[in-house]
């Protein structure tokens, strides 16, 4: 059992602001780039500037030449200092992607793909020699158009494979065929979901210092898991675990863009251990734009059976999915598919369930895990698909969900789609919403404003999100990734606690999440209590940021060890104050007897233990120091719920959606500080906001290239386009730990691409317009409407 | 390797209050030499085009991108940048509102979007959600979704004017 004695009154659950927001407030932050090494080269990287080409390097000595530059690199001069590596996962038996390093070698399969790299003493001397590099380039037939990757007769990503089939499966459970057979209702859709990305504002960078003499390297990089960094860089480079080390200092955003092993960090790695020197180097927004991980490029045919009684009875899925050239190191890209498929159908219940997935390598940058990862997409095609089944038996869309969720007395239940419900809250978080929007209200001022003639649209969707995952997900795929983390605290001479924790810190404030744990755990207030994230030499091995884990995972370790450290003071207090540990208490950074009478502060304590140790009785050896190493046994991953809603207003004319106002309720269990927890939900929607109606890596659809490199093409949410989101919560805390939490730092994106996507369509509907693709640009609109003609 | 071959330039201007003097490559735009020839690096580069907003900072008591403007038209200006407006306080009601607030999470974009609202508040004591949303609509946060920040800057200006 855990031990869930949360003291009343504690600092868990309490809104409080995050402490170390103030340096960032001040421009005190310590992004990657912020940080200069004495004696540093800058890198540059020449990049494919096509999606497939065979090239050679044909001269490097023009560029060598230039003053200032110190190294022109290629794929042979780094391959004596860093391993090849390959996408592999028993997950996914027979997954083909090709061996890859950290520079192409004779053939680029991606535009963007770096090819050489220029070490200099500025960055804009090695960008003036990245001109002087000379390269034959022979560009071939590039593959980008995921509806026809898998046709016959398409030409292959990579030179010799006999199709760009990466991966395939189907899977589900029940009759299919006969619930549709049987339905009353069969409504069907094609959904068509564009690439996009993360666009974390601090891009990507790396300061990597190899120190030939002690043969170590520290990498200062900007990335979410600094220790998964540290295994793959010791691995690749051949070094000790020991003598790798990852220092993540303050992290610009991430989004899952930052969890990735890339080439071009792994090669700036590579440089510095060929040189001895540090090399430093951060993407331009152009790199980023087109090296970056994308995300979610998806054509889904979905059908959903329903009964007389408007009962969903079945899915029916066939996904494929955009890979890109490669599948994503070490995670795979066809993890995003598979969690798409695992959505599907997720708040509802139904018996029968079929999913066909078909991976499609393209000449494109690799997909990966971007924030809430496949759920969108899964989220988007289910509850559009609800929309439809509402639409068709003349229900209010809510009913119908009402209806259709998955009763909470059925629970623990694994659906036919293989995904373990357990613990949700549809009715209580159905309830909450409804009193939160105030819908006869809110109904009525949509009809007012369609009576001033105004093309608005209100619509919902429903989220059950995957969070926090376990051992098993990347374990039982023979993937190396930590489903764990550590927590180290330590009682300082003054009465400080300081921890020591392998979470990351990445903005989404899971430092002050810990602190208050902390706390509570010892007794100290938050004030007294310092935390490090973010090095491999500060905590010992932890999974970092990602799948929302911060909370349910660190925070359990953080609770374990503070809970040690705790029973270790009241030990000692009580032979120092000839009790009990049992009688005494620690509150308030106070030692207390059990009337809550202060007895001994711990700056005392601590005092007499670090300095005057002679006056500890014979046989007691305070262990002032304790570590929680914390791993999940139970339920592969965390179930949350939700509900959003979307109010946008469309132009016909020009077909530009404004979202007005936007709504969440949702169940992440047990909030450990519900301001963040809010930001963090609102800081989602708008970014699914940007994937329902702006986001999107274009590619010319002749040629392959990439079009969207700069901020002015790739069109991200601003202040005056994003609408304020109304949040609310229902708390149902797991049961199955200490502190409750599961995941919350993803449901927004979750759920708003969906809502978007049904509000749109409800204002069209009366215009006979139906929508089924993201995102929503005016283009769409306007074709849908017929102003503009169809594209091919 | 020899030194690189760079044509400078001499400038002098006033950098948060105080005179500096530098030589500066033609071609370095200003916040690349704030951040890595003076080591000012609370202004932080976004995106390098003008678009994001992040490298922000005020220029002649104006606001602009510090990416696209070069080092060398400083000259002869005064410069003020995150670090500046800390120290003297201009922004203090701002700052203590974000951090209340919770109006950030990464930070990234934060020096630039005070900058851009303390302008915004000197010219308008009592902006609307509207009118603070149009005024920011050049930062780019990819974090907060801007709610939380709209709400700081409405709660500075009303500290403000109390």
Known sequence: ?792 | MELPDESTADIACILNGEPIRARVPLRQNLVDWLRHGVGLTGSHVGCEHGVCGACHVQVDGVVVRGCLMLAVQADRATVETIEGATSSGRIRALQDAFFNRAALQCGFCTPGMLLQAAELLAKNSDPTREEIRQALSGNYCRCTGYHAIVDAVQAAAASLRA
């Not at chain 1, 639409?391 to 623990?412: C, H, I, S, T, V």
């Not at chain 1, 009682?491 to 810990?514: F, K």
């Not at chain 1, 049904?758 to 017929?786: F, Y």
């Open chain 1, 1 to 792: 059992m855990p031990d869930t004695a949360l003291p009343p009154d504690g600092w868990i659950g309490r809104p409080m602001p995050r402490a170390a927001t103030r340096r960032l407030i001040e421009g005190r932050g310590r992004y990657t780039d912020d940080n200069a090494a004495k004696g540093e080269l800058h890198a540059a990287f020449l990049r494919s500037p096509f999606p497939h080409a065979a090239f050679r390097i044909t001269g490097c000595d023009a560029a060598r030449a230039l003053p200032g530059v110190r190294a022109v690199l290629t794929a042979e001069d780094l391959a004596p200092f860093c391993r090849s590596w390959r996408t592999q996962s028993l997950a996914f038996p027979g997954l083909v992607s090709p061996e890859q390093g950290p520079l192409a070698r004779d053939r680029a399969v991606y535009q963007g793909e770096p090819v050489a790299l220029v070490l200099a003493a500025s960055r804009a001397v090695a960008e003036d020699a990245l001109e002087l590099v000379g390269v034959e380039w022979n560009e071939l037939p590039a593959v980008t158009d995921v509806a026809h990757a898998l046709d016959a007769g398409t030409p292959p990503v990579h030179q010799g494979l006999s199709s760009n089939l990466a991966w395939r499966t189907e899977f589900g459970e029940g009759d299919v065929e006969a619930a549709f057979a049987k339905a009353a209702l069969v409504v069907e859709e094609r959904f068509t979901f564009t690439r996009h990305t993360g666009v974390p504002l601090e891009a990507r960078s790396v300061l990597a210092t190899y120190d030939p003499a002690a043969e170590a390297l520290e990498v200062r990089m900007s990335h979410q898991i600094p220790h998964q960094m540290q295994v793959h860089l010791a691995e690749l480079l051949d070094l000790p675990m020991g003598r790798v080390r990852v220092i993540a200092g303050d992290v610009g955003g991430g989004f899952g863009i930052k969890m990735h092993v890339y080439p071009d960090e792994v090669a700036v790695c590579a440089a510095s251990r060929l040189t001895g020197r540090p090399v430093r180097y951060v993407c331009d927004r152009i790199e980023a734009l087109m090296a970056d991980i994308h995300a979610r490029e998806h054509v889904v045919q979905a059908r959903m059976a329903v009964d007389a009684e408007g009962r969903i009875l079945a899915f029916d899925v066939d996904d494929i999915q955009g890979l890109g050239a490669y599948s994503i190191y070490p995670r795979s890209s066809t993890v995003e598919a598979m969690s798409v498929l695992r959505t599907v159908g997720a708040p509802y219940h139904f018996s029968a369930y079929r999913a066909r997935l078909r991976c499609a390598l393209q000449n494109k940058v690799p997909t990966g895990q971007y924030r809430s990862v496949g759920h969108p997409i899964g989220c988007a095609t289910t509850e559009r698909l609800v929309d439809l089944a509402a639409a068709a038996r003349g229900e209010d869309p809510l009913e119908f969900r009402r209806r259709n969720f998955l009763p909470e007395a059925m629970m623990p239940w694994t659906n036919p789609a293989g995904g373990r419900m357990a613990e949700l809250s549809h009715t209580a978080t159905l309830a909450e919403f409804e009193r939160l929007l105030d819908l006869p209200k809110l109904r009525a001022e949509v009809a007012a404003m369609r009576a001033e003639g105004r093309c608005v649209g209100l619509g919902f969707s429903a989220v059950v999100e995957y969070t926090a995952s376990g051992p098993a997900a990347y374990g039982r795929a023979g993937v190396p990734v930590a489903a764990m983390d550590t927590v180290v605290v330590t009682l300082e001479p003054t009465g400080d606690v300081v921890a020591r924790a392998s979470v990351a810190e990445i903005g989404q404030g899971i430092q002050q999440g810990i602190v208050q744990v902390v706390a509570d755990a010892v007794g100290v207030p938050p004030s007294r209590v310092t935390i490090h994230t973010g090095d491999t030499a500060n905590a010992p091995h932890g999974g970092g940021a990602w799948a929302s884990r911060g909370a349910a995972i660190g925070g359990e370790a953080a609770w374990g060890a503070g809970r040690k450290l705790q029973a270790e003071i009241l030990k000692t207090a009580a032979a120092l104050l000839q009790s009990t540990p049992d009688a005494l208490d620690v509150r308030d950074g106070q030692v207390v007897d059990a009337k809550g009478t202060p007895r001994m502060s711990l700056a005392e304590l601590a005092s007499t233990v670090f300095f005057r140790g002679h006056e500890l009785p014979g046989g007691v050896q305070p262990q002032f120091t304790a570590t929680h190493q914390f791993r999940r046994e139970e339920d592969l991953f965390l179930t949350t719920n939700g509900l959003q809603a979307s109010l946008v207003e469309v132009d016909p004319d020009t077909g530009l959606v404004t979202p007005l106002r936007h709504w969440v309720v949702g169940d992440c269990g047990r909030l450990l500080n519900p301001l963040l927890v809010d930001e963090q939900v609102r800081g989602g929607v708008v970014q699914g906001i940007g994937e329902a109606l702006l986001e999107a890596c274009r590619y010319d659809p002749g040629n392959g290239q990439f079009l969207t490199g700069t901020l002015a093409d790739y069109l991200l949410p601003m202040a005056d386009n994003a609408p304020d989101v109304t949040v609310g919560h229902v708390e149902t805390p797991y049961s199955g730990s200490a502190l409750g939490a599961k995941g919350a730092g993803e449901a927004g994106t979750c759920g708003a691409p969906a809502a978007v996507l049904n509000a749109v369509n409800d204002a069209l509907g009366s215009r006979g317009a139906r929508i089924s693709e993201l995102p929503v640009t005016p283009t769409v609109i306007l074709r849908a409407l017929g102003t503009l003609e169809a594209a091919e």
